[in-house]
């Protein structure tokens, strides 16, 4: 039996952003953690925001909610005045709320708990009980299935490699599909970014 529990919520914030927010939280938390992600409706964007401030935001947004009981988050967000520039990838973040945020770096990290993470610029981001080789893999799998059949793989995935607690981040604004998927054990949540055309 798993000690940890997963949330996944969708939260339409000012200025017409859509986030797709959830977390890794201790057992018994994950009520507490759906009510907290809802402050996120209170973020806006400033007008003159750019590729770096959209993730700095989120990213500082969901440290500001954190405390000890959330391990893990991750939010995905779309954020329209960016959307329509041609190669842009932006708005998704992922890891350890409580660590100073940095860019993705195409690298794996240790994180605390016994979880692991790997980023890259432009996505995908995957942090979970597993062991290096095995993130890059499935976080790159994931991203094509999400790409290219909707995540209808994603579950199937999932069990083929054997990994059962964790959180997969994409961009949610520019190129391709934004998503926030988070599983715990019989627990799967996936929010794809709507985009307005």
Same mark, same amino acid.
């Given at each position: 039996?798993?000690?940890?529990?997963?949330?996944?919520?969708?939260?339409?914030?000012?200025?017409?952003?859509?986030?797709?927010?959830?977390?890794?939280?201790?057992?018994?938390?994950?009520?507490?953690?759906?009510?907290?992600?809802?402050?996120?409706?209170?973020?806006?964007?400033?007008?003159?925001?750019?590729?770096?401030?959209?993730?700095?935001?989120?990213?500082?947004?969901?440290?500001?909610?954190?405390?000890?009981?959330?391990?893990?988050?991750?939010?995905? @967000?779309?954020? !329209? /005045? +960016? $959307?329509?520039? &041609?190669?842009?990838? *932006?708005?998704?973040? %992922?890891?350890?709320?409580?660590?100073?945020?940095?860019?993705?770096?195409?690298?794996?990290?240790?994180?605390?708990?016994?979880?692991?993470?790997?980023?890259? @610029?432009?996505? !995908? /981001? +995957? $942090?979970?009980? &597993?062991?290096?080789? *095995?993130?890059?893999? %499935?976080?790159?799998?994931?991203?094509?299935?999400?790409?290219?059949?909707?995540?209808?793989?994603?579950?199937?995935?999932?069990?083929?490699?054997?990994?059962?607690?964790?959180?997969?981040? +994409?961009?949610?604004?520019?190129?391709?599909?934004?998503?926030?998927?988070?599983?715990?054990?019989?627990?799967?949540?996936?929010?794809?970014?709507?985009?307005?055309?």
């Amino acid at each position: 039996m798993s000690s940890y529990e997963g949330v996944a919520l969708c939260i339409s914030a000012r200025d017409g952003l859509k986030i797709a927010a959830g977390g890794i939280c201790q057992k018994g938390f994950a009520s507490y953690w759906r009510q907290r992600f809802q402050e996120l409706e209170q973020m806006g964007l400033h007008p003159a925001y750019d590729v770096y401030d959209v993730d700095l935001m989120l990213a500082q947004a969901l440290a500001s909610l954190s405390t000890d009981s959330l391990l893990l988050a991750g939010a995905s @967000a779309y954020a !329209p /005045g +960016l $959307a329509k520039t &041609a190669g842009l990838s *932006t708005g998704g973040v %992922l890891g350890d709320p409580r660590q100073q945020s940095s860019s993705a770096a195409d690298d794996c990290q240790q994180l605390p708990q016994g979880f692991a993470m790997y980023t890259a @610029a432009g996505g !995908p /981001g +995957l $942090a979970a009980i &597993a062991d290096f080789a *095995t993130l890059r893999e %499935l976080a790159h799998r994931g991203k094509e299935d999400f790409l290219y059949f909707g995540g209808k793989n994603w579950q199937s995935l999932l069990r083929q490699y054997q990994v059962d607690t964790g959180i997969l981040v +994409l961009d949610g604004t520019g190129m391709g599909t934004g998503c926030l998927s988070v599983f715990c054990q019989d627990y799967l949540e996936t929010i794809l970014i709507e985009k307005a055309v």
